[in-house]
């Protein structure tokens, strides 16, 4: 709900390393936490908290498929 943007300097590998199995990367430009998410519609994925669609690209869907199966 804020307007706010953090920002980090590293590659998403490190990131990825750092933070819990609950996050993924859905295309070459975001990390989300997938226990943080409101719906998912087609290759839209919405946030709890957030108005605005993140992509799941085509490249990253199997995996995303697979990993919200199981959580």
Avoid: P, W
Avoid at 45 to 59: D, G, P, Q, T
Wanted: charged share 30%; no cysteine.
């Amino acid at each position: 709900d804020s307007a706010n943007t953090d920002s980090v300097y590293a590659t998403f590998e490190s990131i990825l390393e750092q933070l819990d199995g609950n996050f993924m990367m859905i295309n070459k430009n975001q990390i989300v936490n997938l226990l943080e998410i409101d719906k998912i519609q087609g290759n839209e994925l919405y946030l709890k908290k957030v108005r605005e669609a993140f992509i799941i690209s085509e490249a990253r869907r199997e995996e995303f498929d697979l990993r919200i199966s199981r959580l």
